[in-house]
């Protein structure tokens, strides 16, 4: 079993940076491809970048990539989602996951495929 604590979030202005952790207990956290996922108000969760269990693989949204960059350090049981150039439309609360499978771009976007959840960190970016 795997908990997920994220933190990092915040109030920012557009064209600032944020770098969110999400730190896992448990010493089978390597075992897990970990997610990050996205809830606005009124919208439907929605997922943002995934790494592999070893970090060597990531995949990302179309409306993130170029902007931020998903990593992991297994020693510390961290993943951290660093994201520039923020947008208004960033504005939601994140959540990181953890996920035993497979990893593949319609298994990591997809939230049914994720086990564990953190309980989110809200990002706020003002215009």
């Known amino acids: 079993q795997v908990q997920l604590v994220e933190s990092g979030g915040g109030l920012v202005q557009a064209g600032d940076s944020l770098r969110l952790s999400c730190a896992a207990s448990?010493?089978?956290?390597?075992?897990?491809?970990i997610g990050w996922f996205r809830q606005a108000p009124g919208k439907e969760r929605e997922f943002v970048a995934a790494?592999?269990?070893?970090?060597?693989?990531?995949y990302y949204a179309d409306s993130v990539k170029g902007r931020f960059t998903i990593s992991r350090d297994n020693t510390k049981n961290l993943v951290y989602l660093q994201m520039n150039s923020l947008k208004f439309e960033d504005t939601a609360v994140y959540y990181c996951?953890?996920?035993?499978?497979?990893?593949?771009?319609?298994?990591?976007?997809?939230?049914?495929?994720?086990?564990?959840w953190g309980q989110g960190t809200q990002v706020t970016v003002s215009s």
């Open positions: 448990g010493r089978t956290f390597s075992m897990y491809n």
């Open positions: 790494i592999t269990r070893g970090g060597g693989g990531t």
């Open positions: 996951a953890a996920d035993s499978g497979g990893f593949s771009y319609r298994t990591v976007v997809g939230p049914d495929s994720y086990e564990y």
